[in-house]
T-cell receptor, first 111, second 115 residues
Framework: ETGVTQSPTHLIKTRGQQVTLRCSSQSGHNTVSWYQQALGQGPQFIFQYYREEENGRGNFPPRFSGLQFPNYSSELNVNALELDDSALYLC??????????FGEGSRLTVL | AQSVTQPDIHITVSEGASLELRCNYSYGATPYLFWYVQSPGQGLQLLLKYFSGDTLVQGIKGFEAEFKRSQSSFNLRKPSVHWSDAAEYFCAVGVSFSGTYKYIFGTGTRLKVLA
């Protein structure tokens, strides 16, 4: 158990819709990051939030956005869904160490 | 550029045989290194990690890995594979990023175990 929980575990959307994925981190974890894992691939870094501010982004377009809240929860929002957005989305949190603690992920299917 | 290479996409071994999964990385500083296992439809489970110190690290489920700085490698080993080890294995490098760390993952090695 990593203490990081994600919801929902599975969801299905259609192209063009918007989706919000949620993550609850361990108490005291001031950094949360999100990863996308497409089928047959390793996870890819989307972005990172530190003390409620985005402080780093991977190679993902602006329609991927996020929020981090003071209660150690966070959200990943994806607008204008595309078929290629179908993936497992992983949330990870840490507290200024080099070790990330991953949740079980939210599996998104875009039809 | 920072990268992680897992040269073997698929590996098949017989139950009871030894296993070695290869991982090479490209990173200018001393990296944090990780191995994760993922069963179908599941999240990532941490097998072991290397931050510093002894270059041979022990993990869960009987796995070990050795950090070789000269070869930029962090290969995962197990002396005797069990059928339940069949899964996908990911090597990852933790790199310094915006005051904290992000992980760069390899593309994974899918392990099949023959009875």
């Amino acid at each position: 158990e990593t203490g990081v929980t994600q919801s929902p575990t599975h969801l299905i959307k259609t192209r063009g819709q918007q989706v919000t994925l949620r993550c609850s981190s361990q108490s005291g974890h001031n950094t949360v990051s999100w990863y996308q894992q497409a089928l047959g691939q390793g996870p890819q870094f989307i972005f990172q939030y530190y003390r409620e501010e985005e402080n780093g982004r991977g190679n993902f377009p602006p329609r991927f956005s996020g929020l981090q809240f003071p209660n150690y929860s966070s959200e990943l929002n994806v607008n204008a869904l595309e078929l290629d957005d179908s993936a497992l989305y992983l949330c990870a949190s840490t507290w200024d160490t080099g070790e990330l603690f991953f949740g079980e992920g939210s599996r998104l299917t875009v039809l | 550029a920072q990268s992680v290479t897992q040269p073997d996409i698929h590996i098949t071994v017989s139950e009871g045989a030894s296993l070695e999964l290869r991982c090479n990385y490209s990173y200018g500083a001393t990296p944090y290194l990780f191995w994760y296992v993922q069963s179908p439809g599941q999240g990532l489970q941490l097998l072991l990690k290397y931050f510093s110190g002894d270059t041979l690290v022990q993990g869960i489920k009987g796995f070990e890995a050795e950090f070789k700085r000269s070869q930029s490698s962090f290969n995962l080993r197990k002396p005797s594979v069990h059928w339940s080890d069949a899964a996908e294995y990911f090597c990852a490098v933790g790199v310094s990023f915006s005051g904290t760390y992000k992980y760069i993952f390899g593309t994974g090695t899918r392990l099949k175990v023959l009875a």
